[in-house]
């Protein structure tokens, strides 16, 4: 089974996706924070990563560069509620940029693609 590290901080969303991608037949491990996220890096060893840009402390963007760094192989998919994040130049080191949305299917097809 692929392994799914959720970086989000909102627990709304956490149960969201963690419900719609375990349907997918995916294992999800949760982080809230940026920080959370590099600390289980290692002892989760991810298949794959949804990662939220504004989070308290660490945000998303200074936790892609780091994850890179550790492991430039795992794909992050940047999911953020703020489209205009897309136009930083540190967001294009993730596979995807997702903007937030009730409907799931662009994350769902973006996280089928790199785990295929």
Not at 26 to 49: F, N, Q, W
């Amino acid at each position: 089974m692929k392994k799914i590290l959720l970086v989000d901080d909102e627990e709304s969303i956490q149960l969201l996706y963690r419900e719609e991608l375990e349907e997918e037949g995916y294992e999800i491990h949760s982080a809230l924070t940026g920080e959370e996220a590099l600390a289980k890096l290692d002892i989760v060893k991810p298949d794959l990563i949804i990662l939220d840009i504004n989070m308290p402390g660490m945000n998303g963007i200074e936790a892609l560069r780091r994850i890179k760094e550790i492991n430039p192989a795992i794909p992050v998919i940047l999911c953020s509620a703020y489209q205009e994040f897309k136009q930083d130049l540190a967001s294009w080191a993730s596979e995807e940029y997702i903007v937030k949305s009730a409907d799931l299917s662009e994350l769902k097809q973006a996280v089928k693609k790199y785990l295929a």
